[in-house]
């Protein structure tokens, strides 16, 4: 019983570990998105533009986060003239198209509270994106079917608010492993155009296996943790067949310094997949398993990604 209890703590201090922010994002004019629990009404709708949120026809629910309805619009600068120069309206135009891209929504990770992916999702309405959270039920501690069940609603609700036919995903860590169940088993295929994951132990990490190991083969009853270890039978049904199947445009990111997914080259996908090594392109880039969210660089290869555009990280953002 003793064992058991300290198995206990250890899990729960890596839980904690993945829920610490370890760096700060610039705030950006954009509203924030607030979020909690996501498994109640349809989603309430700010307006991004506004510098009063206000609300939509439905109130607020407890279990929706709310997000940015549409850009704010660009500031103009006078200058010599009043005449717009050619990259503003370059910029106008690209605005405009934004208005109308996808609904984006951060699937979190295994004990990632809404909070934890604010940032992320504070740059992508900087960059124009209507933007969800979903939090994983239970903060992704039980069966991930089941949690990719809950986003199955989850995107069906913010199709709706949005008048949306398809949602791009970016899943961090575990979350990329419930939006992969939900495209490949739970007919996310038809609502899903970009699968961005951030992290993802697709194939399993060996950091589950010590901690199942820990845990006399239970991971300490956490039932994600046993699944996600290398060689689970969750991860060989999931992995079973076409990685990737359309017509989902998929991209996995990794990074060297991740310390939660052991080997970090089972972050990758097969099939066809755009799997992007941090370090391959930017050598002297540290980021770690949470940096994911936070990094600049990262960020780069996840805006090109939404805007279909040749994925050239800059080893210099913040």
């Known amino acids: ?130 933007v969800w959270i979903y939090q994983l039920p239970n903060l992704g501690l039980g069966d991930i079917t089941a949690s990719a069940a809950g986003l199955r609603g989850y995107v069906g609700q913010v199709r709706s608010a949005t008048g949306a036919a398809k949602v791009d995903l970016v899943a961090h860590s575990e979350g990329g492993l419930v939006s992969r169940y939900y495209i490949k088993s739970l007919g996310g295929g038809d609502a899903v155009e970009r699968y961005v994951s951030l992290g993802t132990p697709q194939y399993g990490t060996y950091v589950a296996n010590i901690v199942a190991f820990l845990g006399l083969g239970s991971c300490a009853g956490v039932v994600a943790c046993q699944q ?6 969750f991860l060989t049904a999931l992995n079973a067949g076409d990685d990737t199947p359309d017509p989902v445009r998929w991209t996995t990111v990794r990074t060297w310094q991740d310390e939660l997914v052991r080997p970090v080259d089972n972050a990758v996908l097969a099939d066809g997949a755009t799997n992007v090594l941090i370090q391959s392109r930017c050598p002297l880039r540290v980021v770690g398993h949470l940096g994911l969210v936070l990094d600049g660089t990262t960020y780069t290869v996840i805006r090109q990604v939404l805007r279909d555009t040749a994925i050239k990280p800059n080893c210099l953002a913040l």
């Open 1 to 130: 019983m003793l064992l058991r209890k300290a198995v206990l703590v250890l899990a729960l201090t890596v839980a904690a570990v993945l829920a610490a922010p370890v760096a700060a994002v610039p705030a950006t004019a954009a509203s924030a998105a607030t979020a909690a629990p996501p498994d109640l009404a349809a989603p309430t709708r700010v307006a991004g533009s506004a510098n009063t949120a206000t609300t939509g026809t439905t109130p607020p629910a407890a279990g929706m986060p709310t997000a940015s309805d549409s850009p704010a619009a660009p500031t103009r600068v006078a200058g010599a003239d009043d005449a717009a120069t050619s990259g503003e309206a370059a910029t106008d135009a690209s605005l405009r198209a934004l208005a109308g891209a996808n609904p984006v929504i951060v699937v979190g990770g295994l004990s990632g509270i809404a909070a934890v992916y604010e940032p992320l999702a504070a740059r992508l309405r900087a960059d124009g994106y209507r």
């Open 228 to 233: 996600m270890t290398i060689g689970s039978s």
